[in-house]
Structures are given as C-alpha cells and as structure tokens.
C-alpha cells in the first residue's frame, strides 16, 4: 500500500488507486482466514481499534479534501517514514 497507492495514483489518479488497494487487501483478507486459529489476538486487537476509526477518517477526508492535497499530504509522509 505505501508504494502501490502513490504509483498508481500517478497513473489512474488517487481516488482510484486507493479503491483498487483495498480490493487487493480484501483479497489478502481472505486467504489469511485459513490461518485464523494461529492468530494472536493480544497483538492484533489494537491494531484493528485504530484501523476502524483511521479508515473511516481516511474515507471521509479522500471525499471531502482536493486531490493535489491529498498528494502533497502522502509526499511528506512517505519522506518522513
């Protein structure tokens, strides 16, 4: 996701690059399912208690903010990480 989004968000814009990254994902989803007996669910909780509410705002703000931006925004934190 962290280089898939901006690389195909130079090609087919944005917006489109992040829907097409969350099909993907899902898709991952689903094969992790085989392994769900194997989770560690200590670790993994928290991590989805701040997925939930991060993935709400990320939709809300990718409606509402302009695309140049959100670019600008994914430039410097891809610099800072």
């Known amino acids: 996701g962290l280089i898939a989004i901006p690389t195909l968000g130079?090609?087919?814009g944005l917006k489109d690059a992040v829907t097409l990254s969350l099909i993907v994902q899902m898709v991952s989803v689903i094969f992790l399912i085989r392994i769900y007996d194997h989770i560690d669910w200590k670790l993994v909780l928290p991590v989805?208690?701040?997925l939930i509410p991060g993935t709400l705002l990320g939709v809300y703000l990718l409606t509402i903010l302009d695309e140049a931006w959100?670019?600008?925004?994914l430039t410097v934190f891809i610099i800072g990480y």
Do not use: E
């Not at 959100?70 to 925004?73: H, K, M, P, Q």
């Open 10 to 12: 130079l090609l087919i």
């Open 48 to 50: 989805i208690w701040g």
């Open 70 to 73: 959100i670019r600008w925004a």
